[in-house]
T-cell receptor, first 113, second 114 residues
Framework: DTEVTQTPKHLVMGMTNKKSLKCEQH?????MYWYKQKAKKPPELMFV???????INESVPSRFSPECPNSSLLNLHLHALQPEDSALYLC????????????FGDGTRLSIL | GQQVMQIPQYQHVQEGEDFTTYCNSS?????IQWYKQRPGGHPVFLIQLVKSGEVKKQKRLTFQFGEAKKNSSLHITATQTTDVGTYFCAGLLGYGGSQGNLIFGKGTKLSVKP
């Protein structure tokens, strides 16, 4: 069981669809992250929120839009994705940004048709 | 850009043999973390090393952090089939624009033959 909950676990969408990935943690962590992981590759950082403010945006295309409604929730809004965006999207949290270990969720396996 | 190199990419061992994976950074790290990802799973934190020359043990796993805080290793003694997975090191940069960023190595995929 993971303390970081991600929904949905699987998502198939067309290139014209709009969908959202959701992430929730109740550990009181103040940093939350979105990572993208392709098969046989390490996790690749997309966004970091620290105290609900966007701290790092690693040159991610605008078709990915993060949102942090409160300290427990993190969303990733998807629009007009490309087939190469198919990947495992991992949410993670840590006590504070940078210093402490990451707790990963199970991920959302995304397929773009 | 800043990188953390990890070798080997793959390692196939017979059950009972030892296994080691190595990480090397081009810059000094604040700390280094190790994660294990089982097939179909998500990365799970194993350990964090902070001090120069630090050595930590978890049962059959031994983690080392180099004196210059630029390299690290994970050694597993007498591997078991439950050790199967990909082991990632992740270095935390302490300076510059990437401060607070964890840089993941490419991972070492371990398979264990019973």
């Amino acid at each position: 069981d993971t303390e970081v909950t991600q929904t949905p676990k699987h998502l198939v969408m067309g290139m014209t669809n709009k969908k959202s990935l959701k992430c929730e943690q109740h550990m009181g962590h103040r940093a939350m992250y979105w990572y993208k992981q392709k098969a046989k590759k390490p996790p690749e950082l997309m966004f970091v929120y620290s105290y609900e403010k966007l701290s790092i945006n690693e040159s991610v295309p605008s078709r990915f839009s993060p949102e942090c409604p409160n300290s427990s929730l993190l969303n990733l809004h998807l629009h007009a994705l490309q087939p190469e965006d198919s990947a495992l999207y991992l949410c993670a949290s840590s006590q504070i940004k940078g210093v402490s270990l990451l707790h990963f969720g199970d991920g959302t396996r995304l397929s773009i048709l | 850009g800043q990188q953390v190199m990890q070798i080997p990419q793959y390692q196939h061992v017979q059950e009972g043999e030892d296994f080691t994976t190595y990480c090397n950074s081009s810059t000094t790290l604040s700390n280094i973390q190790w994660y294990k990802q089982r097939p179909g799973g998500h990365p799970v934190f194993l350990i964090q090393l902070v001090k120069s020359g630090e050595v930590k043990k978890q049962k059959r796993l031994t983690f080392q952090f180099g004196e210059a805080k630029k390299n690290s290793s994970l050694h597993i003694t007498a591997t078991q089939t439950t050790d199967v997975g990909t082991y990632f090191c992740a270095g935390l940069l302490g300076y510059g624009g990437s401060q607070g960023n964890l840089i993941f190595g490419k991972g070492t995929k371990l398979s264990v033959k019973p």
